[in-house]
């Protein structure tokens, strides 16, 4: 979880780059107009970053946490596997912004859903017989531990 946050940190550069780059593109001066296009090219932007990452192994909060994702075999994961387990991941944040527009919630009982979510998924990986998050084991991929590569020395000359 702790690489989830930092990952998160790490998204907002992203985000606020690709925001920056959606409103000089299309001109969009106030933040609600063509909201749901920005939306997209975010959600977009998003799945390239870590479909590109995860096919190589390890995003950088993954790196700094010597954690890898691989398939069931232990390979790296091909682009189209990637895109899957991003789409699926999606779990962690879906069901509660579902309950948003039906259900009329604040932003505080939005949060407070969403947050109770997220644990409870995240409880739910220890019903799963490896301690996988269960959009790993639907998209046939694991996370594991990556070797931690020796320090590098100086040779004297």
């Given at each position: ?43 977009v ?19 700094t ?10 390979q ?12 699926l ?42 301690g ?5 084991v ?7 531990e ?12």
């Amino acid at each position: 979880m702790a690489c989830w946050l930092y990952e998160g940190m790490l998204m907002f550069a992203v985000v606020f780059l690709a925001g920056y780059l959606f409103s000089a593109l299309t001109q969009t001066r106030h933040a609600l107009h063509n909201r749901h296009g920005l939306q997209a090219f975010i959600f977009v932007v998003a799945g390239i970053y870590f479909a590109w990452f995860w096919s190589k192994g390890q995003t950088l909060a993954m790196k700094t946490w010597h954690i890898r994702v691989v398939d069931r075999g232990g390979q790296s994961l091909p682009q189209w596997r990637a895109l899957l387990r991003y789409f699926l991941s999606w779990i962690w944040f879906l069901p509660p912004l579902l309950l948003m527009a039906p259900f009329g919630l604040s932003g505080g009982e939005i949060s407070v859903l969403l947050m109770g979510w997220v644990a409870v998924w995240a409880l739910l990986s220890r019903f799963q017989r490896e301690g996988q998050f269960w959009h790993d084991v639907w998209a046939g991929t694991r996370l594991v531990e990556a070797p931690r590569l020796p320090p590098k020395v100086k040779k004297r000359s």
